[in-house]
């Protein structure tokens, strides 16, 4: 099955500075590669994702790149707000429905 | 404009006493999704139906049981409570429309604490 690998687990960032999540994933036939942020005590909530036909996408702040023939993908947040602080978690599906998650990173922006 | 609700949002039980978790939803998405979260983990699937079709995950606990009456809800059962199923109980749902990779759609989770 679908392995997910996520670095750091713990990022502590200047607020203003850059902050960089990477994943890696084990099955080449994942096709879907969502992020999603949790504050404490709320839902995992979707803040971008990327298909594997693409290989960057950009919303405003927040961006992911895809690497298909290294299998990682990354999430990058430009000019960090407090408001950034939270878990973030990576994930990886070939499309039956299921997602493959990664652990996790605490993400801690300092003002 | 809520779409995946969950009730109740904190749930108090005692060692051994079953316990029901639902969840509806108003996307009319046909996959709906359960999944464990402990602190600090990633969330954990414990199964999902596509439809009326139930998918269970195979390390998921007899303990755990799920009804899907129809489209809009879906319940979890815990027969018998252990200390170590206090957790965040988070119900998910997806389109289930057969295309390569779904967003998924969580609720607000519902957290259960056992005494």
């Known amino acids: 099955g679908e392995n997910v690998e996520q670095h750091p687990s713990t990022l502590s960032v200047q607020e203003g500075d850059s902050a960089v999540i990477k994943c890696t994933y084990s099955d080449s036939a994942s096709n879907y590669f969502p992020w999603y942020k949790q504050e404490l005590g709320k839902r995992p909530q979707l803040i971008i994702d990327i298909r594997s036909n693409v290989g960057e996408k950009k919303d405003q702040r927040i961006a992911v790149t895809l690497n298909k023939t290294a299998k990682h993908f990354s999430l990058h947040i430009t000019e960090t707000q407090p408001e950034d602080s939270a878990v973030y978690f990576c994930?990886?599906?070939?499309?039956?429905?299921?997602?493959?998650f990664g652990t996790g990173t605490r993400l801690t922006i300092i003002p | 404009d809520a779409m995946v609700i969950q009730n109740p949002r904190y749930q108090v039980t005692q060692f051994g006493k079953p316990v029901t978790l639902s969840c509806s939803q108003t996307?009319?998405?046909?996959?709906m999704y359960w999944y464990q979260q402990k602190s600090s983990q990633a969330p954990k699937l414990l199964f999902h139906y596509y439809d009326k079709d139930f998918n269970n995950e195979a390390d998921t606990p007899d303990n755990f049981q799920s009804r899907r009456p129809n489209t809009s809800f879906c319940f979890l059962d815990i027969r018998s409570p252990g200390l170590g199923d206090a957790a965040m109980y988070l119900c998910?749902?997806?389109?289930?429309?057969?295309?390569?990779?779904?967003?998924?759609?969580f609720g607000p989770g519902t957290r259960l604490l056992v005494l």
């Open positions: 996307l009319n998405h046909n996959v």
């Open positions: 994930a990886a599906t070939t499309g039956n429905e299921k997602l493959t």
């Open positions: 998910a749902t997806s389109r289930g429309h057969g295309l390569a990779g779904e967003t998924q759609y």
